[in-house]
């Protein structure tokens, strides 16, 4: 029983921002919502991660809905590099607990 | 390096053979996980440590699969009797300690097993 779905692929333009959804309706008070991603032949990249408030780093914004049942990453001026597969996790707060769906794979285009 | 270390980083095999794959993690990590990683899918988890101890063997697949940590730093895949079906990108990641919030994994670059 997944925890997250998301969209199987999506495309964005080069220098436009790429928003990639994520729904977890199931998500309880104590879970967190981490993205990962995995650019082709590499392990996965921690990306960022929250729990009820949006939160901002240098790589990415992640927007988290009121009800907390889906949340948004967004990547602000995509560019070539951030082709890859992005991963939505849901995850118990102190858990080590780490598990990987399917993920989105996001093509950015010249 | 500072990163996670796999070897070999490619291996093929025949079916029947016994493989073992390496994982040394980040220094001073003391969470160390494995996952397995099929073409087109997501790394699908096969066990976690926490120090010497396997605190979460849930995810290996069959009693032919079995990790160990014996001094609570690098760990060893081993595949007893591979198959076909056990092709796949093997992957090791580390974390700085059980439980911290900030839940950032660190990836090697993952060891591709080859079952022929």
């Known amino acids: 029983d997944a925890k997250t779905t998301q969209p199987p692929s999506m495309d964005c333009a080069e220098g436009r921002a790429a928003n990639l959804p994520c729904n977890h309706s199931?998500?309880?008070?104590?879970?967190?919502v981490y993205w990962y991603r995995q650019i082709h032949s590499q392990g996965p990249q921690y990306i960022i991660h929250g729990l009820k408030n949006n939160e901002t780093n240098e790589m990415a914004s992640l927007i988290i809905t009121e009800d907390r049942k889906s949340s948004t990453l967004i990547l602000p001026h995509a560019t070539l590099r951030d082709t890859a597969v992005y991963y939505c996790i849901v995850r118990v707060v102190n858990s080590d607990d780490m598990r990987f769906g399917a993920g989105t794979r996001l093509t950015v285009k010249p | 390096g500072a990163g996670v270390s796999q070897t070999p980083s490619n291996k093929v095999t025949e079916k029947g053979k016994y493989v073992e794959l390496r994982c040394d993690p980040i220094s001073g990590h003391t969470a160390l996980y494995w996952y397995r990683q099929s073409l087109g899918q997501g790394p699908e988890f096969l066990i976690y440590f926490q120090g010497t101890g396997a605190a979460d063997d849930s995810g290996l697949p069959n009693d032919r699969f079995f990790a160990v940590r014996p001094e609570g730093s690098v760990s060893t895949l081993k595949i007893q009797r591979t198959e076909r079906g056990d092709s796949a990108v093997y992957l090791c990641?580390?974390?700085?300690?059980?439980?911290?919030?900030?839940?950032?994994?660190?990836f090697g670059e993952g060891s591709r097993l080859t079952v022929l």
């Open positions: 990641a580390s974390s700085r300690e059980a439980g911290a919030n900030t839940g950032e994994l660190f």
């Open positions: 199931t998500i309880s008070g104590n879970e967190y």
